[in-house]
């Protein structure tokens, strides 16, 4: 099976192997009752018990993101094994970076990983050269910038390139189906299934499984072929999210709060950039298109205890479809890795009934 496949929503990683124990647990971010903690959903866990699961999960990721490395560098095949010296030498990492921060900033993650490392294996010890600090740089003279639409403006701009909120009203289901581009490259087939107001499902076709993401309304889930797992926490908020029909009309009411950060450029295109806060106190960025006024990246960054995690959506290709503008193309990066989804058809008028997005039950 595909080792490089991963649901488009969620971060599902495995590898999650022992950590090192410190006397203080002071600084340890809790799980809601809710919550799996992270000794409750995976093996050998040796420290940060009461921790959520869903962030450990992305602390996993942050660790081949800071050092450049996929998780065989420190994991054989049986992740829960202590059985490779890399893995003893991430353990005494660990140790150090957690006990900088404890003793030093009073638990805040002020140090870690990436600090030192910088996508290396081998922190770099040694300056480059070539900067004159006695040499007084040349002063640039800014341009006066022109005045800056407001939020408000942005977002109409947005529905307006959409269709319209009438257009956008007028649909209540979407099947899109496509390929799922993983991280490898390979094109695996892939179909979602959207259902106003809040129901989504995600299925994902590889040779061996076809794996399942779900949101009936309510309940998040996801299957791997035999067995459903819940979601959970910052997992399900981002799903919940993500399965809001018409979300484009509603982009006020999903975040906690909007502000306008100024402009970027993506690549030779200028966007306007606006900083929001969601609802489970995630700080994202929002870039649209300064001509077009479509929405061409969501940046956002998950707290987690070795630092922000960061995940970065790209939306491209846009075209018409049953009069609204569909990206057709999206692609997903986060530390270590990028993957994708290319959309060949979409369907507005294929009936969707809602048991459809209830996980299937578990095989015996």
């Not at 509603?250 to 970027?264: D, H, N, P």
């Not at 057709?328 to 058809?345: C, F, V």
Request: net charge positive; with cysteine; hydrophobic share 35%.
């Amino acid at each position: 099976m595909n080792t490089h496949r991963r649901l488009p929503l969620t971060l599902l990683f495995i590898a999650l192997g022992a950590w090192v124990n410190l006397s203080s647990a002071s600084w340890r971010p809790q799980a809601s009752p809710q919550e799996k903690t992270a000794e409750q959903a995976f093996r050998n866990i040796q420290v940060l018990k009461g921790v959520p699961a869903t962030q450990l999960q992305q602390v996993m990721a942050l660790f081949t993101g800071a050092l450049g490395v996929r998780c065989s560098y420190c994991h054989s095949n049986s992740f829960d094994k202590d059985d490779q010296l890399t893995k003893q030498s991430a353990r005494r990492m660990i140790r150090l970076v957690f006990e900088l921060n404890q003793a030093n900033f009073g638990g805040q993650v002020a140090v870690n990983c990436v600090t030192c490392h910088r996508g290396q294996p081998k922190p770099e010890t040694s300056l480059a050269l070539g900067k004159n600090l006695w040499l007084t740089p040349p002063s640039a003279t800014a341009k006066p910038d022109p005045a800056l639409p407001t939020v408000e403006q942005i977002l109409a701009h947005y529905v307006r390139a959409l269709g319209g909120e009438a257009a956008l009203r007028q649909l209540s289901t979407r099947v899109s189906r496509g390929s799922r581009v993983g991280a490898d490259g390979v094109l695996v087939p892939e179909e979602v299934y959207q259902k106003a107001p809040d129901k989504l499902l995600v299925i994902t076709k590889y040779p061996n499984a076809a794996m399942r993401l779900g949101l009936d309304g309510q309940r998040g889930w996801t299957w791997d072929g035999n067995q459903e797992r819940p979601l959970e926490g910052e997992e399900l908020a981002e799903l919940q999210r993500d399965a809001s029909f018409h979300k484009e009309l509603a982009l006020k009411e999903l975040y906690a709060q909007l502000s306008l950060a100024g402009k970027e450029l993506i690549g030779e295109r200028e966007t306007y950039v606006i900083g929001a806060k969601s609802r489970s106190g995630a700080n994202e960025k929002l870039y649209f298109d300064a001509q077009t006024g479509l929405l061409r990246r969501r940046y956002r960054e998950s707290p987690t205890v070795l630092g922000p995690f960061p995940l970065q959506t790209d939306y491209e290709d846009y075209q018409k479809v049953d009069g609204v503008t569909l990206p057709l193309t999206i692609r997903w990066s986060m530390p270590g890795r990028a993957w994708g989804r290319r959309i060949a058809e979409v369907s507005h008028t294929t009936p969707i009934e809602d048991e459809q997005f209830k996980a299937p039950p578990a095989k015996r």
